[in-house]
């Protein structure tokens, strides 16, 4: 969206796609605001529905919702909260972005984030093929359905404050570089994020295959990688049920400062 007469980032637009039988598939969505200009805030994202009656939401290309960039004395917009439903990965890497936009250079902070919740089950099209990334910097992301039914490629959670699996995770890769905007800057100042899974998570993949950067990680049903490693840099917890981890190569944690990004 590009901005009005005042400077200030025009909006996201509301966006809807249906099907009224069948799958939705779905390539790449972009309801991000504007940015603003001179002193200009930035314009704040729209909102996304996705409806699928008697079939898939598929998504083939990646969906953006963060909010513009304001100007000089602006500020960012606020990034969209998005709420997906049942989702099929088809493409081989999506990702979903929902951050604030940034503040301008004569002042400090960002935008609010957004967050996002998947109300039913994460799926891929193809056994380790599709991959996920999600950015939503402060913001949170909820799974309540299980996540893999045909397994994912790699799942990156490249920024989130507090992350929820509510049942089960398969997927070849899981990778966390979880860091915690404070006054829009990231830093490790605030280390109140934390990350569940509930259910037991299954990983396929070789070499590195739970790449953690983050504060607070429980485990509640335990993890196996048959074939991999685990490599995390946790300031906080990081605790495994009784189900505990079944491994095929090392288990390396550092304990220290999480780096921002």
């Not at 200030?8 to 779905?26: E, I, P």
């Not at 504007?34 to 083939?60: E, M, V």
Request: hydrophobic share 40%; aromatic share 4%.
């Amino acid at each position: 969206c590009s901005s009005d007469l005042s400077g200030r980032g025009g909006n996201g637009g509301s966006l809807t796609v249906s099907s009224a039988a069948g799958d939705l598939n779905v390539g790449a969505l972009d309801v991000s605001g504007g940015a603003g200009k001179g002193d200009g805030n930035g314009g704040a994202a729209g909102s996304i529905s996705l409806n699928a009656t008697g079939g898939s939401r598929i998504l083939n290309g990646s969906i953006t919702a963060s909010g513009g960039d304001g100007a000089g004395v602006g500020q960012g917009g606020a990034a969209a909260s998005l709420s997906l439903g049942n989702i099929r990965v088809g493409a081989p890497n999506v990702a979903i972005t929902a951050v604030g936009g940034a503040n301008g250079v004569a002042a400090t902070g960002r935008g609010a984030d957004g967050n996002l919740t998947f109300s039913g089950a994460v799926t891929g099209t193809t056994a380790g093929a599709n991959s996920l990334e999600i950015d939503v910097a402060a913001g949170t992301v909820n799974f309540n359905g299980a996540v893999g039914a045909t397994r994912l490629g790699q799942i990156t959670i490249q920024n989130a404050r507090n992350v929820t699996f509510g049942s089960t995770l398969a997927a070849n890769k899981f990778v966390q570089n979880a860091s915690v905007p404070v006054g829009g800057i990231f830093t490790t100042a605030n280390q109140d994020g934390t990350t569940t899974f509930t259910g037991a998570v299954t990983l396929a993949g070789t070499g590195t295959v739970l790449d953690l950067t983050g504060y607070n990680f429980t485990f509640g049903g335990g993890v196996t990688a048959n074939t991999g490693s685990v490599n995390g840099v946790v300031n906080g917890v990081f605790a495994v049920n009784t189900a505990g981890l079944t491994l095929g190569g090392n288990l390396t944690l550092a304990a220290g400062a999480v780096p921002g990004v």
